[in-house]
Antibody, heavy 120, light 109 residues
Framework: QLQLQESGPGLVKPSETLSLTCTVS??????????WGWIRQPPGKGLEWIGS???????YYNPSLKSRVTISVDTSKNQFSLKLSSVTAADTAVYYC????????????WGQGTLVTVSS | SSELTQDPAVSVALGQTVRITCQGD??????ASWYQQKPGQAPVLVIY???NRPSGIPDRFSGSSSGNTASLTITGAQAEDEADYYC????????????FGTGTKVTVL
């Protein structure tokens, strides 16, 4: 059974960079069938897709966040990572990593999510 | 702002049928996927493609699409179906970016 687990600091200061890692187990991140993505959800609000990456390193990002987002992949560790720069309180959210079935236009496996709070 | 619009809330009597809709221009070109989210939990995929259910999803969940509107139907709603439901698909720009709907809170009475 595929599992995804987010890890990283739960508190980030304003103007700094948020960094999270997703570890994939029960399957290979190098599968040709999938992208791997990040989605966030501010407290009490809806879901927002951040971006996705292919094992080769090819990425696509939400245009509204593109200038601040970097997603990278480490196939040797079966991990992918998110960096979001110049954070503000508006970036406070639960961040989910997930498997993106690009060809089917769907996201089929999700991590449990991790709350990141932006505060001084 | 979301390019996929959902009704904020609907209610359904136990055992009855409820339909949740999702509207957006991109739905003329792409199918919607539907996710169930219970409080404090990650979303769970319930419908994708034309009308596909992942393993373990009860067959009381079904999907359909017409024009710019996608629908999720719960036939014979159970108490455990009370949750937030989100649709998602590509955006309408022609790029492969995902967008999510605004979400619908389903209350089972």
């Amino acid at each position: 059974q595929l599992q995804l687990q987010e890890s990283g600091p739960g508190l980030v200061k304003p103007s700094e960079t948020l960094s999270l890692t997703c570890t994939v187990s029960g399957g290979s991140i190098s599968s040709s069938s999938y992208y791997w993505g990040w989605i966030r959800q501010p407290p009490g609000k809806g879901l927002e897709w951040i971006g996705s990456i292919y094992y080769s390193g090819s990425t696509y990002y939400n245009p509204s966040l593109k200038s601040r987002v970097t997603i990278s992949v480490d196939t040797s560790k079966n991990q992918f990572s998110l960096k979001l720069s110049s954070v503000t309180a508006a970036d406070t959210a639960v961040y989910y990593c997930a498997r993106d079935v690009f060809a089917s236009v769907t996201i089929d496996y999700w991590g449990q999510g991790t709350l990141v709070t932006v505060s001084s | 702002s979301s390019e996929l619009t959902q009704d904020p809330a609907v209610s359904v009597a136990l055992g009855q049928t409820v339909r949740i809709t999702c509207q957006g221009d991109s739905l003329r070109s792409y199918y919607a996927s539907w996710y169930q989210q219970k409080p404090g939990q990650a979303p769970v995929l319930v419908i994708y493609g034309k009308n596909n259910r992942p393993s373990g999803i009860p067959d009381r969940f079904s999907g359909s699409s017409s024009g710019n509107t996608a629908s999720l139907t719960i036939t014979g709603a159970q108490a455990e179906d009370e949750a937030d439901y989100y649709c998602n698909s590509r955006d309408s720009s022609g790029n492969p970016h995902y967008v999510f709907g605004t979400g619908t809170k389903v209350t089972v009475l």
